[in-house]
């Protein structure tokens, strides 16, 4: 498995720490608001390799964090008028809810930024102790030229950056001893969250809460750490300078980085206002489809988000649908003959394309070109396997469709939409014609739902269901 390393620039052969088993961070949303499908790209990107490793036999240890405390959190806080950690709660809720429709494969550790503050108390005393880092007010800060690695990652010219951030100067930051340093610990203003610790009352800075996150879940060194290209520097770059001052030892051996996803052009971001939300998209299109968008383009590649595209993907999804609908209809109804030596090839062709896709994948996780071997498994599936092929044939053909779509994180088989999930979008609906003081299609909807024998309650924490 080769795997493009931005540290250093390369495609390099993938070597893990421990054989077998594969140590995995990668940098999860700030949870202020429902994620935006830019920021589902990584999710979709990362899981697709991680199932990729795990088909190849790979352990894959997957941590991925909540940031849970964050200006923009306290901010959203203060609008909705209720506490910054019920802010975070109610995101990562609904973050979980889209993850699960795009078919991400929940994380073996998702920790909380909140939860982990000791750890983040004793790896900024250690900086501190070892002259990595330095108190200023109540603010600690890390010293970049304590680190001779500092820039590694970006392979930025730290002079220019330098003497770019001294013409402007931002106000509060002037007691830096360097423009390049950068915040560990920062005192609270009033009203915002805070927890003791020995510089202020006052919370960790952003960069210090994914180093410790990472340590105490995969260790000092990890194989590999992942994120959105806009992650690169500062943010990845002061995890480097953080974790090996204080670990002694080397941060991270592979660093993956995803391209961003665009609209017309421009980064698709919540602070230019030109997102869609996953759950937008939800309202219109199966998740899958999302999915199946977003991996038809390598991952170190600008992706262009259009209805057009997202149209293609769905019109894709189906054929490979109908195909192993058909494929399951034979396998079904065919009578239970002997393959002959003939369709025992056929087999062997379409398990000849598990390689292919594998060959594909390992070549810095090409998902674009492994969702062309799936279509070319489609198209030699509907011409070699007859309507009246044997069960064995069918099934084994579907079986191998079934794998490699699956390594993609998509069904072959068509989901069954849950009956559940029609009727919470019923109850949505009821709900706005309620607020938009339509009684009569309210009482409609609640009556056409009594017949199929659901009764609806309307109780404080919202509307139950139950069957009667
Ligand atoms: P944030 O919540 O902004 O910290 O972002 C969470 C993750 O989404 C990070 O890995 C970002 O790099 C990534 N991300 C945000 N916007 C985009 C985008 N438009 N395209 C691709 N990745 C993005
Ligand atoms: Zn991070």
Redesign the pocket.
Known sequence: MKIFNTLTMRKEEFVPIEPGKIRMYV?GPTVYNFIHIGNARPMIVFDTFRRYMEHKGYDVNYVS?FTDVDDKIIKEAIEEKCTANEIAEKYIAECKKDMAGMNIEPATTNPRATHEIDGMIDMISKLIEEGHAYVKNGTVYFSTRSFPGYGKLSGKNLDDLRSGFREIKVTGEEEKNDPLDFVLWKPKKEGEPFWESPWSEGRPGWHIE?SVMAKRYLGDTIDIHA?GED?VFP?HEN?IAQSECANHAPFAHYWMHNAFLNINGVKMSKSLGNFFTVRDISKEYDLEVLRFFMLSAHYRTTLNFSRELMEAAKTSLDRIHRAASRLEDIAEHADKREMSDEERKVLDGAKAFIAKFDEKMDDDCNTADAEAVVFDLVRYANTNVADNAPAALAQGVLDVLTELCGILGIHALKKEKSLDADIEALIEKRQAARKARDFATADKIRDDLLKQGIELMDTREGVKWKRV
Do not use: A, P, V
Request: with cysteine.
């Open positions: 940098c964090n994914c994120g992650l943010h995890e």
